[in-house]
């Protein structure tokens, strides 16, 4: 069964320094999305991605933020400058069409330090 | 602005139990309802979305737009229902959830 994958699984990065979450949608979906996860806490939507733009952000994802399809096969999400309020859980979700279901990806856990 | 409140962060019951995981929202518009499960060491899942009107691994849950509650029920609870529940409200097109806090359940033995 096709699955979204997200890689690292557990990135460690010194506050101030750039980092890049990558995943791996499943082949046909069109949607993409970042979703993150601060620790006992809820699961926050970020972004929306189709049709290589943004289509919907939230407050989160403000100018240190940003997102790219850089190969029609990977979907990334860079985080410019990181603070220690970024560390969190990460899932990258993908769906056919904007009413089908997400998929999600196994997350990729944000430790700044 | 829209939300979802799931007022138990944990639920304990005895297997063969009922099981209630309550879920709540605010929206003034027509929402949208899931309930995403996460069992341990696995991905979020959906496991049943309101428009569907299905039952999913004995689990059902219905709008009560009066009540605005998305409430997920299963007359009998197995060890293999442990896990984190989610309820999220979308509230248009292009899977913008809104997820609740998660309720974990506990299925006792």
């Known amino acids: 069964e096709p699955e979204v994958t997200q890689t690292p699984s557990h990135q460690v990065t010194q506050m101030g320094q750039e980092v890049i979450l990558r995943c791996v949608p499943i082949?046909?979906?069109?949607?993409f999305y970042w979703y993150r996860q601060i620790l006992g806490q809820k699961v926050e939507f970020l972004v929306s991605?189709?049709?290589?733009?943004?289509?919907?952000k939230s407050e989160i994802f403000d100018d240190q933020f940003s997102v790219e399809r850089p190969d029609g096969s990977n979907f990334t999400l860079k985080i410019r400058s990181t603070k220690l309020e970024d560390s969190a859980m990460y899932f990258c979700?993908?769906?056919?069409?904007?009413?089908?279901?997400?998929?999600f990806g196994q997350g990729t856990r944000l430790t700044v330090v | 602005a829209q939300r979802v409140t799931q007022p138990e962060k944990l639920l304990s019951v005895f297997k063969g139990a009922p099981v209630e995981l309550k879920c709540n929202y605010s929206?003034?518009?027509?929402?949208?309802l899931f309930w995403y499960v996460q069992y341990s060491r696995q991905r979020l899942q959906l496991l049943l979305r309101?428009?569907s009107r299905e039952s999913i691994k004995g689990f059902t849950a219905d709008l009560n737009k009066g009540e605005t509650s998305f409430h997920l029920k299963k007359p009998f609870a197995q060890e293999e229902d442990s896990a984190m529940y989610y309820c999220a409200l979308s509230v248009s097109t292009g899977n913008q959830f809104y997820f609740g806090t998660g309720t974990s359940l506990t299925v006792i033995p």
């Open positions: 991605f189709y049709n290589n733009e943004i289509s919907e």
């Open positions: 979700a993908s769906a056919r069409d904007s009413i089908t279901e997400a998929f």
């Open positions: 929206y003034s518009g027509s929402p949208e």
């Open positions: 082949s046909n979906h069109l949607y």
């Open positions: 309101h428009i």
